[in-house]
């Protein structure tokens, strides 16, 4: 095209603003069928700008990579784009390129010119949308297989699949091995997730190096990360959890070895999750919380405990209130030990055993008959796996203010 399109003003590079405009005015705007499509204005521009400079470079008789027709193609893939509607963008492009061309040759007296013009124009356009529609073919091949394998997995931890040893090898799980489901639950502790355009993906996701000895598939389900752990022993599968757990809120079923134990392993993790209290981070077992465990499994049930046994404590004021919870978790957490208790809350023994007395005078239960204690804790715990059932209280409040209190109260602890 250097006898015509490269030739100073017939240099079109000169309109890649005005033209990528035009171009992306029109698939946004202008065509009903382009409004329609998922793709918002902050993709569509810069991938026709991007598209435009090659289509003008290789008119201007340069080498051009076409870099943009493959991501081109590969993003309207993954957006769901249909192919024709990717190829119209292409014909927009050539349309507008060889309209700002015809314009500035106007005046052009050789009609043989402006044929070979015209036929490196569409070449070129023709040149980068084939390069698009492979691009979008190959992602879309790899998007479909992608997704086929979410939806197997999907279907082994709800049950829904009944052929499982051939969806194990279509998940490529190896046999025979020490298998555990992980729930991480989204929410401030946990971080982002990767995935597919829709949100859900299984894939490997270790390092290739621990590759060979434990197997990760996952997915995006109901607000979760469900994930698949396939290893070869208990250590495996652990050090795998941990890290699945790293600055994250993440549940884990006990191992099982076969995969129609799928849901029911879900059905642990979904509560081992749930036993950790709201904001706290790591990972949480099936088995090594049972009082929590079985507190999550029953929102409701917990939650009457909580009211039933801390009802008295509604009317004090929320720094009061946390002072009191935290004062008895101190107190349970230290083997019922005052001295311990007041070590850990900064403060003297006979304060603690001050509250320890208002708890029992407000919610008629002593630490120090075993039952009363057993139900205290309980409900103590309940309440910390529902913030909201006595009202939300932050536990930097007990840091803010404390209200006035005796030093001495005659009452528990010994220790």
Same mark, same amino acid.
């Given at each position: 095209? *250097?006898?015509?399109?490269?030739?100073?003003?017939?240099?079109?590079?000169?309109?890649?603003?005005?033209?990528?405009?035009?171009?992306?005015?029109?698939?946004?705007?202008?065509?009903?069928?382009? *409004?329609?499509?998922?793709?918002?204005?902050?993709?569509?521009?810069?991938?026709?700008?991007?598209?435009?400079?090659?289509?003008?470079?290789?008119?201007?008789?340069?080498?051009?990579?076409?870099?943009?027709?493959?991501?081109?193609?590969?993003?309207?893939?993954?957006?769901?784009?249909?192919?024709?509607?990717?190829?119209?963008?292409?014909?927009?492009?050539?349309?507008?390129?060889?309209?700002?061309?015809?314009?500035?040759?106007?005046?052009?007296?050789?009609?043989?010119?402006?044929?070979?013009? *015209?036929?490196?124009?569409?070449?070129?356009?023709?040149?980068?949308?084939?390069?698009?529609?492979?691009?979008?073919?190959?992602?879309?091949?790899?998007?479909?297989?992608?997704?086929?394998?979410?939806?197997?997995?999907?279907?082994?931890?709800?049950?829904?699949?009944?052929?499982?040893?051939?969806?194990?090898?279509?998940?490529?799980?190896?046999?025979?091995?020490?298998?555990?489901?992980?729930?991480?639950?989204?929410?401030?502790?946990?971080?982002?997730?990767?995935?597919?355009?829709?949100?859900?993906?299984?894939?490997?996701?270790?390092?290739?190096?621990?590759?060979?000895?434990?197997?990760?598939?996952?997915?995006?389900?109901?607000?979760?990360?469900?994930?698949?752990?396939?290893?070869?022993?208990?250590?495996?599968?652990?050090?795998?959890?941990?890290?699945?757990?790293?600055?994250?809120?993440?549940?884990?079923?006990?191992?099982?070895?076969?995969?129609?134990?799928?849901?029911?392993?879900?059905?642990?993790?979904?509560?081992?999750?749930?036993?950790?209290?709201?904001?706290?981070?790591?990972? *949480?077992?099936?088995?090594?919380?049972?009082?929590?465990?079985?507190?999550?499994?029953?929102?409701?049930?917990?939650?009457?405990?909580?009211?039933?046994?801390?009802?008295?404590?509604?009317?004090?004021?929320?720094?009061?209130?946390?002072?009191?919870?935290?004062?008895?978790?101190?107190?349970?957490?230290?083997?019922?030990?005052?001295?311990?208790?007041?070590?850990?809350?900064?403060?003297?023994?006979?304060?603690?055993?001050?509250?320890?007395?208002?708890?029992?005078?407000?919610?008629?239960?002593?630490?120090?008959?075993?039952?009363?204690?057993?139900?205290?804790?309980?409900?103590?715990?309940?309440?910390?796996?529902?913030?909201?059932?006595?009202?939300?209280?932050?536990?930097?409040?007990?840091?803010?203010?404390?209200?006035?209190?005796?030093?001495?109260?005659?009452?528990?602890?010994?220790?």
């Amino acid at each position: 095209m *250097s006898d015509i399109a490269a030739t100073g003003r017939h240099d079109l590079r000169d309109a890649l603003d005005l033209l990528s405009e035009q171009v992306a005015d029109g698939i946004l705007h202008a065509e009903p069928v382009y *409004s329609e499509t998922r793709l918002p204005a902050a993709v569509v521009q810069p991938l026709v700008r991007a598209n435009v400079a090659e289509i003008l470079t290789a008119l201007a008789g340069e080498t051009s990579s076409l870099a943009p027709a493959r991501e081109t193609g590969r993003v309207t893939a993954a957006e769901g784009i249909q192919l024709d509607l990717l190829q119209d963008a292409y014909r927009l492009a050539g349309l507008r390129i060889w309209e700002e061309l015809a314009r500035r040759l106007r005046h052009q007296s050789d009609t043989g010119a402006l044929l070979r013009a *015209s036929s490196r124009v569409w070449s070129a356009i023709d040149r980068s949308s084939n390069v698009a529609v492979r691009s979008h073919l190959e992602a879309a091949a790899g998007f479909g297989e992608s997704m086929a394998r979410t939806e197997l997995l999907r279907g082994i931890l709800t049950g829904a699949v009944q052929d499982l040893e051939t969806a194990r090898r279509a998940l490529g799980l190896p046999a025979d091995v020490m298998l555990v489901v992980a729930v991480t639950a989204q929410g401030p502790a946990s971080g982002g997730v990767p995935g597919s355009r829709s949100g859900a993906a299984a894939r490997p996701d270790l390092p290739a190096s621990d590759a060979a000895r434990v197997t990760t598939r996952w997915l995006i389900h109901e607000g979760d990360r469900l994930t698949l752990v396939a290893a070869p022993t208990s250590p495996d599968a652990q050090e795998a959890l941990t890290g699945l757990a790293a600055g994250t809120r993440t549940g884990a079923s006990r191992p099982f070895t076969h995969l129609a134990d799928a849901p029911a392993a879900l059905a642990q993790a979904r509560t081992a999750v749930r036993s950790l209290s709201p904001g706290q981070a790591g990972l *949480s077992c099936f088995g090594d919380r049972p009082l929590d465990a079985l507190l999550a499994a029953d929102d409701g049930r917990a939650g009457e405990l909580a009211l039933a046994v801390l009802g008295g404590l509604r009317e004090r004021d929320p720094r009061d209130e946390e002072l009191l919870l935290a004062t008895v978790e101190a107190w349970f957490e230290h083997g019922g030990s005052g001295t311990r208790a007041a070590a850990a809350l900064h403060c003297h023994r006979n304060t603690v055993l001050n509250r320890l007395a208002r708890v029992a005078d407000l919610t008629g239960r002593d630490v120090n008959d075993p039952r009363a204690a057993a139900e205290l804790y309980a409900a103590v715990r309940a309440r910390r796996l529902q913030p909201t059932v006595l009202g939300t209280i932050h536990p930097a409040a007990i840091l803010t203010g404390q209200p006035a209190e005796n030093q001495h109260h005659p009452g528990p602890s010994q220790g």
